[in-house]
């Protein structure tokens, strides 16, 4: 160990307080980085042609996005990079296998995926109506296509339900059998939002009771942080936990929720568990009338011809975040660039997810200690999804490393009508990917490919 000292290393990290995610506690020491991956960590002084001072900074993992859009584009990768994420999960909606093939030249940050039920194998069959079951037949088919993409690399199977709500009990239970199969958990965006979300956790408890497979559910926020749902939800969760199924959530860290406007979210009656809440209270966020209130008629006008188009909804109850945070079987991830994604337009989770946790929860609400909002977006996504060499700050780990100031660190990023969605943070210094910096506060160096393509094999 204590030759590694007179190395010349890539990067040295030195004076830092060094996260320890795993054991909870924070430790000073420097970190010597040598080809992508961290060579050294201890109290000797070291060498190397780039050495940064971390001195009153927290030296942390690279934060894990297991719930993104990002799916290799360019911009969105670029926003969840600045702040702090170095590895992301996609592939819930269709995937473009040219992009998938365009990441074997390096891509900003790690980018895996998993494959979508509700899109890809869906459709891959024939079934382009989101309404209609599938057979007995298709779905032996879909099965079979879930095996191959599994064997192939991918990190779970995500259920979209509430955007195929023709997904019966005896689909989502023959897939949800192959990812237990290869041990790999399912990811669940449940059928409603609201209070009316409390009837949905039924069938996926069920599908746990009877397959023993690992569930995910996704943004539990933006699914019952509306209407006073979340306590109820939280029960269910434990409860369900009590009986020893296998489950963890997510949430988000914002008070709105941001879709495209022709996906069954908004069906009829969808304002139903919203209170006093109408289609007049929709902020368009993307395309030629963003920024714009919706009405009825432009409502009715955006889904029939502009379906893609995005728009808010600002109905989340605002201390439902904490309820969830406080939760240790509860990450946090951003679901960052769903819809079209370009700058300007969107919501502000693609840019200011990271910051406004450490920001906003541990610093200024003190909801939790810093630590353990660290374990939230490192190791425990890293660990539940099986994300090797990630997560984590120890010798022969990937560096995947993110330095910032715990006192200065928060989102700037807001919602259309409130802000811009896509304005970078402020308090980080530095963000580096396998061993190169892609962001040095807070500016992007010509580092952007130093990200791969990575798979579950």
Known sequence: ??????????????????????????????????????????????????????????????????????????????????????????????????????????????????????????????????????????????????????????????????????????ELLAIANVAKEFDRPITVHMRKDGMEALDCFREIIDVGKLTGVKIQILQLMYMVGIGGAMPKAIEIIEDALDRGLDITCDSGV?????????????????????????????????????GSNCTAELFDELRKDYPQTLVTAFVCDPEAVEMALKKDYIYVSTNAADGPHYPGIGAPEVAGTYPRLLGKYVRENRTLPLIEALRKITILPARRFGI??????????????????????????????????????????????????????????????AGRLIKKL
């Open 388 to 449: 090797d060499n990630v997560g984590e700050i120890k010798q022969g780990m990937n560096a995947d490393i993110v330095i910032f100031d715990p006192d200065t660190i928060d989102d700037r990023a807001d919602f259309i009508g409130r802000g811009r969605p896509d304005l970078p943070p402020v308090g980080i210094d530095y963000v580096i990917v396998n061993g190169e910096i892609v962001v040095d506060h807070g500016e992007l160096t010509e580092n952007t490919k």
């Open 1 to 170: 160990m204590f030759s590694d000292a007179y190395k010349i290393f890539d990067i040295a990290v030195t004076g830092g307080k060094i996260a320890d995610v795993e054991s909870g506690r924070f430790y000073e020491g420097n970190i010597g980085i040598l080809n992508g991956s961290i060579e050294y960590i201890g109290d000797a002084t070291i060498f190397a042609k780039k050495n940064i001072d971390a001195s009153g900074r927290v030296v942390s993992p690279g934060f894990i996005d297991f719930h993104s859009h990002i799916d290799g584009n360019t911009y969105s990768g670029e926003c969840l990079v600045r702040q702090g994420g170095t590895t992301t999960l996609g592939g819930e909606r269709m995937i473009n296998s040219k992009r998938v093939r365009s990441l074997a030249d390096g891509f900003i940050v790690n980018q895996g995926y998993s494959v979508s039920q509700s899109f890809v194998l869906r459709q891959a069959v024939g079934i382009h109506d989101s309404k209609r079951p599938a057979t007995r037949g298709e779905i032996s088919i879909m099965t079979n296509l879930a095996r191959h993409f599994l064997s192939n690399g991918a990190y779970s199977i995500n259920f979209a339900l509430e955007l195929v709500p023709g997904t019966s009990f005896d």
């Open 254 to 290: 914002y008070d709105a929720y941001c879709a495209s406007v022709g996906t069954g979210i908004f069906d009829k009656g969808f304002e139903k568990g919203y209170g006093n809440f109408s289609v007049n209270d929709l902020i368009v966020s993307s395309g030629i009338y963003c």
